[in-house]
């Protein structure tokens, strides 16, 4: 079956260290993006890759950094840099289509920094 | 730049009931719009979408109509079930920014009670 995955589902690190959240998708999508979402918020963009090695800054990159080495992988670093890395953390893909953008998410990873 | 507004949450009906979740937009181009919808404690999933104005989009009993001169995406169901609790996400995608990423409001958490 297609789809993205995630791992893991939940995460705990301790404060000051970097952590790195893998996202896979095997849905041959081009473009793929990060999002972070926390209660009672809605989703915001860190990062996205439109490309293999190529990635833009999304709403709220400080203290993230992502690579894009294969087509199918996109994971992100959340470094000591980030102030609140507490959240649920959000991957998606999706074809690079001219008329529209219609995202696939993954199941997510929720991130506890203690 | 480009927004979504939602109507704010939470809301809480009794299975049976119609369900409306009001959703505007303001974008630079002609966006096609989207609901998404994500259970708890997992990611999101793409409800229904429309490309054009007056498409209707529909999915599971829900629909929403692309109303262009009210810049409106409505989300209606005629009769709700405990199954349908959930955040729901209107999001548009915008041609003039080349359809990079989506818009995002900031979601309407819905609570069906039996």
Not at chain 1, 94 to 102: C, G, K, M, T
Not at chain 2, 5 to 27: D, H, K, R
Request: charged share 20%; glycine share 8%.
């Amino acid at each position: 079956d297609g789809g993205i995955t995630q791992s893991p589902k939940y995460l705990f690190r301790k404060e000051g260290q970097n952590v790195t959240l893998s996202c896979e998708q095997n849905l041959n999508h081009d473009a793929m993006y990060w999002y972070r979402q926390d209660p009672g918020q809605g989703l915001r963009l860190i990062y996205y890759s439109q490309i293999v090695n190529d990635f833009q800054k999304g709403d709220i990159a400080e203290g993230y950094s992502v690579s894009r080495e294969k087509k199918e992988s996109f994971p992100l670093t959340v470094t000591s840099a980030q102030k609140n890395p507490t959240a649920f953390y959000l991957c998606a893909s999706s074809i690079r289509l001219v008329y529209y953008n219609e995202q696939f998410f993954g199941p997510g990873t929720r991130l506890t920094v203690l | 730049g480009d927004s979504v507004t939602q109507m704010e949450g939470p809301v809480t009906l009794s299975e049976e009931a119609f369900l409306t979740i009001n959703c505007t937009y303001t974008a630079t181009g002609y966006p096609s719009l989207f609901w998404y919808v994500q259970y708890p404690g997992e990611g999101l999933q793409l409800l229904l979408k429309a490309t054009k104005a007056d498409d209707k989009g529909s999915n599971k009993g829900f629909e929403a109509t692309y109303r262009k001169e009210t810049t409106s995406f409505h989300l209606e169901k005629g009769s709700v079930q405990v199954s349908d609790s959930a955040v729901y996400f209107c999001a548009l995608s915008d041609p003039a920014f080349g359809n990079e990423k989506l818009t995002f409001g900031t979601g309407t958490r819905l609570t069906i009670i039996p």
